[in-house]
């Protein structure tokens, strides 16, 4: 007697393709160099974060030496991650 394979349901692969999709980070650091009103005015531009947004994500990386400032696909974060680097400010995408 065979066993049968569990049912996949097509939802269920969908989902996990999703949740991999948006399972990355754009982390930028802190550094003694940029002004906040650079990584602000960065932010708005590469990552279309409102002023509020920005504000906010520059004081979290300025007191706890990063953040997590956009989620998605690795194709998604690689040219946003690109484009602040080449503004001087580090990143990385995890």
């Not at 030496?65 to 998604?76: H, I, L, N, T």
């Amino acid at each position: 007697m065979s066993t049968p394979f569990p049912q996949v349901e097509k939802e269920d692969v969908l989902v996990e393709e999703l949740l991999d999709l948006e399972s990355h980070d754009l982390v930028v650091f802190n550094d003694d160099v940029n002004t906040f009103d650079h990584v602000i005015n960065v932010l708005i531009r590469v990552c279309k974060h409102t002023r509020e947004q920005a504000e906010q994500c520059t004081i979290i990386i300025h007191y706890k030496g990063k953040c997590a400032v956009k989620k998605g696909s690795q194709e998604e974060l690689k040219p946003m991650c690109e484009a602040i680097l080449d503004e001087g400010i580090q990143a990385t995408i995890v």
